[in-house]
């Protein structure tokens, strides 16, 4: 099958997230950068089975917020794995400030082809960020290699949950910089294609949409001054077209939000 792509590569994620990209996405959502913060980052814990003696690699870590709060919630050891150098420098940073460095390190590379041993950790996680990653077959591939026997992927990502003109659809990706987005069903079947067992998947799309609609509020509210200020109306105007374009197309169940576990055999 053809995917539709858009032409964007790791060079277009970094001018966002060195940029005031980057920083508007945390006054929106909190220094986790997904979508129901710490909240989440919980019931995904729970459902991979995380504890003390777990290790966990984060692909797509950021901020590394998520790395934090499980390695001090649950006692585990994390990677985190990021390409974007403003986000890698500052997730270091913050956890050097939060007294961490003895359960998390993070590694500045390629989720496609990532600097780990195969059979290295227990959890492969994602939250809402693998859809930036211009291959996911390759990405699931190198998931599954990293994890130990009986070790799971976890993951939640923002999706295409129905049907949509070209228009809407490079209009939406544009804005985000995605190059595509899976289905949930899509994600399933990289894993099954690698062996792997799916021990649940879940369609989380009337939550995204409820979220969508937050932050648009808070952009047209709480942050219009000070995004306005910061860096000019044109931009404040671009954001606020952007999300409610990832509004509308929520609401009408288009674009979504879903959750896997894998786990490999």
């Known amino acids: 099958m053809?995917?539709?792509?858009l032409d964007v590569n790791i060079e277009d994620v970094n001018e966002v997230y060195d940029g005031p990209g980057g920083i508007l996405w945390e006054m929106l959502m909190g220094e986790q950068i997904h979508v129901g913060g710490e909240k989440e980052t919980d019931i995904l814990a729970k459902k991979a089975g995380i504890n003390a003696d777990s290790r966990v690699l984060d692909v797509c870590s950021a901020l590394g917020g998520p790395a934090r709060?499980?390695?001090?919630?649950?006692?585990?050891?994390?990677?985190?794995?990021?390409?974007?150098?403003?986000?890698?420098?500052?997730?270091?940073?913050?956890?050097?400030?939060?007294?961490?460095?003895?359960?998390?390190?993070?590694?500045?590379?390629?989720?496609?082809?990532?600097?780990?041993?195969?059979?290295t950790f227990d959890v492969v996680w994602g939250q809402d960020a693998w859809c930036y990653i211009t291959d996911k077959k390759r990405l699931i591939e190198e998931c599954a290699r990293v994890l130990k026997p009986g070790g799971v992927i976890a993951v939640t990502d923002w999706l295409e949950t129905g049907s949509m003109t070209q228009d809407e659809w490079k209009a939406l990706h544009t804005?985000?910089?995605?190059?595509?987005m899976e289905t949930l069903e899509g994600y399933a079947a990289l894993a099954e294609n690698t062996?792997?067992?799916?021990?649940?998947?879940?369609?989380?799309?009337?939550?995204?949409?409820?979220?969508?609609q937050i932050y648009l509020s808070k952009v047209q509210n709480e942050l219009v001054q000070d995004i306005t200020e910061a860096y000019g109306q044109e931009m404040y105007d671009e954001v606020e077209r952007g999300i409610t374009l990832w509004r509308d197309a929520s609401q009408a169940g288009k674009v979504g939000r879903g959750r896997l576990i894998a786990r490999k055999s």
């Not at 053809?2 to 792509?5: F, G, R």
């Not at 062996?195 to 969508?212: C, K, N, Q, S, Y």
């Open 2 to 5: 053809t995917i539709n792509k």
């Open 69 to 119: 709060q499980l390695a001090e919630t649950y006692g585990c050891r994390v990677t985190g794995l990021d390409a974007t150098h403003r986000m890698h420098e500052e997730a270091i940073r913050r956890t050097e400030q939060a007294g961490l460095n003895d359960k998390i390190e993070f590694k500045w590379g390629n989720a496609l082809d990532m600097p780990f041993s195969a059979n």
């Open 175 to 180: 804005f985000m910089v995605f190059p595509y």
């Open 195 to 212: 062996g792997m067992t799916v021990v649940e998947m879940e369609d989380l799309t009337p939550d995204f949409a409820r979220h969508i």
